[in-house]
């Protein structure tokens, strides 16, 4: 798809990250990155970079997920990482 000032615009269908392919080090960095509770909803801010260092550059996002434990009250299935884009001025 074009933008008609030549700009090349992503399909829709496409996602600017595959969480299934995508690890730290591939994660743009205007990515953050936040954890969420699916038994008490809390919500959390994941310091990727610190991540980063302790397991490496290559831990993959989709391994992180099933690795999250909620701090509030301790659940460990099924709870979300979630990406936000940051805003671009």
């Given at each position: 798809m074009r933008h008609r000032r030549g700009i090349g615009l992503a399909p829709p269908d496409r996602h600017a990250v595959e969480i299934e392919k995508a690890t730290l080090a591939t994660l743009p960095e205007?990515?953050?990155t936040y954890a969420r509770c699916r038994a008490c909803r809390r919500q959390m801010f994941i310091d990727r970079w610190d991540i980063a260092r302790r397991y490496g550059q290559n831990l993959s996002l989709a391994s992180l997920a099933k690795r999250l434990q909620c701090q509030g009250c301790g659940n460990r299935s099924g709870n979300l990482?979630?990406?936000?884009m940051l805003p671009r001025d």
């Open positions: 205007w990515f953050i990482l979630l990406l936000q």
